[in-house]
């Protein structure tokens, strides 16, 4: 998420950004329907709890987090390059809509 944080905005930043060809948007007030990753943590989660049930209700043991890390690899690798292009393709969409939303709520 790039917000207008100091070290976005920096001129060595944004010189690379320019640089690198590299479009930043205009950032509304924070609002999480702009991070498309949140969508992604919801599907990961979800497979990761289809191909190992058991660890949603696993104790926090080294034993479950190594197990938590194995699944979240197979978990990455088993989502479409598809899914995760549309997530990036509905960006403009989604900054179209909370500007218009003034910072509030959308669908996404």
């Not at 943590?41 to 289809?50: N, V």
Request: proline share 6%.
């Amino acid at each position: 998420m790039h917000d207008n944080a100091s070290v976005h905005t920096a001129r060595v930043v944004r010189a690379v950004l320019t640089g690198l060809g590299v479009r930043v948007m205009v950032w509304p007030p924070y609002s999480p329907d702009l991070n498309p990753i949140e969508n992604l943590w919801a599907l990961m989660k979800a497979e990761i709890y289809r191909l190992y049930p058991e660890l949603e209700q696993a104790p926090d043991t080294e034993e479950t987090l190594q197990k938590l890390i194995q699944a979240a690899k197979e978990a990455w690798w088993s989502i479409d390059q598809g899914v995760l292009r549309r997530l990036s393709l509905t960006m403009p969409k989604r900054v179209a809509a909370v500007l218009e939303a003034k910072g509030w709520y959308i669908k996404y």
